[in-house]
């Protein structure tokens, strides 16, 4: 039968994850790849490009009051994950195809935002406001391969509350439309607080949509203008600052003459979707010719906050790719390399600087392809009836689909089938991130990228054949002939074993 992931063990028995011992079942999918990097903690290294950029970012929050957390345990509970955000119970974030589960009711947290219940719920002792907090993690997805996605990376997450008495200076109870003055009158003053950022924005779109991208019932239009106006000017003052960092660095090392022909800092706002923020959006900044996404945030939902007892204010939360801010920074191409143990990729960072990158040689690229069927026959004429094949994987490559349903779906993620456990009869549908898994299992970093290259259905037996192009490249060294060959056979092995596919 085929099996669409791998176990670190037995059904039943026992992983232990930061001294803390999980019992693993049928939902366990935790690969030997991923385990192998649980402990490198990579944020906590100083001279490391990851710790750098924490601790820029960090910097850039630390007024009026800002508490900083580091979460080092990668298990959070599902209900952390998932539940308390609001996430919907066929959310493909939730599917074992997309996440890496230790058991039904653990996972290795899929973002930071699995922090926010706790981290509302600390202030509700810190009566200072405007009050926030920033927390940084290694985060877990089974995702496309390619330089800018990792199935670990690290993300940093913001939030910022302002919090408004009930009260006026005698004691007695305001009305709600004081209170919402009140409120009104405080952002107000904190937006004022912030410069201009140096940066072209594009914003097309209004602070919110009222179908698209909705204010919240409790909210008040002027109210989510000004915490949507504080939010995304925060951020660009963030991103303009990362930016003169890193035309500092590149001008210190030569690649830059001072006035020189820098492509000028692009950035823009895209509508977005999370299931605990409203309004949402991403931010996208052009790098190297595309646009590449480097955060998403919003307006923090307000079901939140009075669950976790912090229901008199409002305020916005956002979280960041440090990878992607990183590589910004230093002119690092590839995400791989901030795993590289290799001395010429870390003697060349230290703490509270920031460097350009100098690359060490680019070894040669290997170019495989496997091509396969999928499905048999009559499963395969029943899932095309279904649902038409998902185009342009792609997509994925530089854009982020991660807790956006809509999306997901269009770029391959799928909601529905996640939900059927793989049976002895009936072999789970296929996912192209179990590809991506049993590729990096196999050759972990010595895999630049895998892309989609071909993909036809056969005209009579209805059956669906994909092609996919592996791009095998050490960022060490030169790989053999032979070890490629290896590698690649142990894919195609893999493949046939683990999903059931027949090779072409
Ligand atoms: C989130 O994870 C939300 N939790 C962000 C958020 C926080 C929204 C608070 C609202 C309020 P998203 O899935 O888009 O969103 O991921 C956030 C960022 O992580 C992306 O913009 C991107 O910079 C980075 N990222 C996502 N997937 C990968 C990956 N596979 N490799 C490297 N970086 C990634
Ligand atoms: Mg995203």
């Known amino acids: 039968p085929a099996r669409n992931h791998t176990f670190s063990g037995e059904v039943g028995s026992a992983v ?20 192998k990097l649980l402990d490198r903690r990579l944020y906590a290294q100083r001279d490391h490009p990851i710790a750098i950029t924490r601790k820029l970012i960090e910097s850039v929050f630390t007024q009026p009051t800002f508490q900083h957390y580091i979460a080092s345990n990668p298990v959070v509970s599902t209900a952390a994950n998932f539940d308390a955000l609001g996430f919907p119970a066929d959310h493909p974030g939730r599917s074992t195809t997309d996440s890496y589960y230790v058991n039904k009711d653990h996972v290795l947290r899929t973002h930071t935002s699995a922090y926010q219940h706790a981290a509302f719920q600390a202030m509700k002792q810190k009566h200072e406001t405007p009050y926030g907090y920033t927390i940084c993690a290694d985060v877990f997805r089974r995702d496309s391969i390619d330089r800018s996605h990792f199935p670990v990376f690290h993300q940093m997450e913001g939030a910022r509350l302002w919090r408004h008495s009930k009260t006026d200076s005698q004691g007695f109870p305001i009305s709600y439309y004081q209170g ?11 937006l004022g607080e912030l410069a201009r950022p140096p940066v072209d924005v594009d914003d097309p779109n209004p602070h919110f949509h ?6 919240q019932p409790t909210h008040q239009h ?3 203008r000004l915490v949507a106006s504080h939010l995304k000017r925060t951020l660009e003052l963030l ?14 090392s030569g690649h830059l003459d001072a006035n020189g022909a820098q492509e000028p800092l692009k950035v823009r706002w895209v509508e977005a979707y999370f299931p605990f923020t409203s309004p949402s959006y991403e931010l996208e900044v052009h790098w190297q010719g595309e646009w590449l996404e480097l955060l998403g945030c919003g307006v923090v939902q307000q079901a939140l906050l009075d669950d976790a007892g912090v229901g008199d204010r409002i305020g916005w939360a956002w979280g960041i790719g440090i990878e992607r801010l990183a590589m910004i920074l230093f002119g690092i191409p590839d995400i791989r390399l901030f795993w590289s143990e290799d001395p010429r990729f870390l003697n060349q960072f230290r703490a509270g600087q920031i460097t350009r990158f100098e690359p060490f040689s680019k070894y040669p690229a290997c170019y495989k392809d496997v091509a396969f069927w999928i ?24 854009g982020d689909t991660g807790s956006d349903p809509g999306l997901a779906a269009a770029a391959g993620g799928n909601s529905t089938h996640a939900a059927a456990a793989p049976t002895e009869t009936q072999p789970t549908a296929f996912h192209e991130n179990d590809v991506m898994e049993i590729v990096r299992d196999v050759a972990g970093s010595l895999v630049e990228d895998v892309k989609l290259v071909d993909e036809f259905v056969h005209p009579t037996s209805g059956r669906k054949s994909l092609c996919y192009r592996i791009n095998y490249r050490s960022l060490e060294r030169t790989l053999t002939n032979e070890e490629t060959n290896w590698l690649h056979r142990e894919v195609a092995r893999r493949l046939v ?3 059931g596919v027949e090779l072409r």
């Open 180 to 190: 919402y003055l009140r409120r009104m009158e405080i952002i107000r003053q904190s």
């Open 375 to 398: 499905g048999s026959s009559a499963a395969a004429a029943a899932a095309a009836a279904a649902s038409p094949p998902a185009e342009e994987h792609h997509h994925k490559t530089l």
């Open 16 to 35: 232990v994850i930061s001294q803390c011992s999980y019992r693993t079942d049928s939902t366990s999918n935790l690969s030997p790849s991923i385990l």
């Open 222 to 224: 002027q109210e989510i």
């Open 210 to 215: 009222e179908v698209r991208n909705p204010k």
């Open 497 to 499: 074993a683990d999903l």
């Open 239 to 252: 991103v303009a600052k990362v930016f003169d960092a890193a035309k500092q660095a590149a001008i210190a």
